[in-house]
């Protein structure tokens, strides 16, 4: 079975620009969260959607946001970037929304904000 | 009080040794427990899960629950340097809500 898939793995921008990330669960997984890693934070969670609902959000700025579709495929997207948002994004999914559903993660985005 | 602690490190151990990695965390209505491990520039691992109290064993891995004491954790028996990597605690706080990891324990497995 596939694990899941993020695209791209790396990305340069610049402070202002925007950017979305894209991510694929693995089959037949429904929930999506997704967590941004740095060396200082280590791993924060960003938010979580399960069946195209946001159902959790982090303490994050209103320019990151995420969607989901109906095939359970997420993007995520930062906006008006800033020095601080240079990071690995992760994405990982779950079966289902709930304490019992371990998170299968991606190998990322490194996202590096120039 | 930040919700789930964990010692940085680096902890060092030699080959063949027993690692032990402490965890804990600050919400008494936490239901589940798991811990990950990343490799350095890999993205994180799960490699056991435990959601009652006691001891719960996969392979050379032993994870270990105290509710009361609220805290978990993960022994390493005959260690190896494969096994040097960052050791992840992550914490289901109550049903609904988000997985919240604690910062990581490097583990160094000296041969």
């Known amino acids: 079975k596939a694990g899941v898939t993020q695209t791209p793995r790396y990305l340069i921008k610049t402070r202002g620009q925007q950017v979305t990330l894209s991510c694929s669960p693995i089959?037949?997984?429904?929930?999506v969260s997704w967590y941004q890693q740095t060396p200082g934070q280590g791993l924060q969670f960003l938010f979580e959607?399960?069946?195209?609902?946001?159902?959790n959000k982090g303490n994050f700025p209103g320019r990151f946001s995420g969607r989901q579709f109906s095939n359970s495929r997420s993007e995520m997207n930062v906006s008006t970037l800033e020095l601080g948002d240079s990071a690995l994004y992760l994405c990982?999914?779950?079966?289902?929304?709930?304490?019992?559903?371990?998170?299968?993660f991606g190998n990322g985005t490194r996202l590096t904000v120039t | 009080q930040k919700e789930v602690e964990q010692n940085s490190g680096p902890l060092s151990v030699p080959e063949g040794a027993i690692a032990s990695l402490n965890c804990t965390y600050s919400?008494?209505?936490?239901?589940?427990f798991f811990w990950y491990r990343q490799y350095s520039g890999k993205s994180p691992e799960l490699i056991m899960s435990?959601?009652?109290?006691g001891d719960k064993e996969d392979g050379r891995f032993t994870a270990q629950l105290n509710k009361a004491s609220q805290y978990v954790s993960l022994l390493i028996r005959d260690s190896q340097p494969s096994d040097s990597a960052t050791y992840l605690c992550?914490?289901?706080?109550?049903?609904?809500?988000?997985?919240?990891f604690g910062k990581g324990t490097t583990l160094s497995v000296s041969s």
């Open positions: 990982a999914s779950s079966l289902q929304q709930g304490v019992n559903s371990p998170l299968h």
């Open positions: 089959s037949g997984h429904r929930s």
């Open positions: 959607y399960f069946s195209e609902t946001q159902r």
């Open positions: 919400d008494r209505g936490s239901q589940s």
């Open positions: 435990i959601y009652s109290n």
């Open positions: 992550a914490v289901y706080r109550e049903a609904g809500t988000a997985l919240i």
